[in-house]
Nanobody, 125 residues
């Protein structure tokens, strides 16, 4: 089993930045594609970003492209989401997830096998 723990969330003003971390234990992240998703109150969970096992391929939702950057440090068993120029509409609980589906990148929630508990990000206007 793999456990994922997110950290780095908090309250920030619009235009500010946060860096989320997702630390894995139980298994090495090296063999997993990783993703970030978010869920705002009253809304469905939505895809934010994904990165393949090597860090060589990434993909972003249009709503965050150019503002968010996903990265990973397999030696530290950690994945990051750097969030810049935050907007009030970025307010949500952010979840990281790990996929055993293969060597690609994955945009859909069902492609992921392990999920963290989430970290709250609140952006004030």
């Amino acid at each position: 089993q793999m456990q994922l723990v997110e950290s780095g969330g908090g309250l920030v003003q619009a235009g500010g930045s946060l860096r989320l971390s997702c630390a894995a234990s139980g298994r090495t992240l090296r063999n997993y594609a990783m993703g970030w998703f978010r869920q705002a109150p009253g809304k469905n969970r939505e895809f934010v970003s994904t990165i393949d096992w090597s860090g060589g391929s990434t993909y972003y939702a249009d709503s965050v492209k150019g503002r968010f950057t996903i990265s990973r440090d397999n030696a530290k068993n950690t994945v990051y989401l750097q969030m810049n120029r935050l907007k009030p509409e970025d307010t949500a609980v952010y979840f990281c997830a790990a996929s055993t589906s293969g060597s690609g990148i994955y945009l859909l929630g069902p492609s992921y096998d392990y999920w963290g508990q989430g970290t709250q990000v609140t952006v004030s206007s």
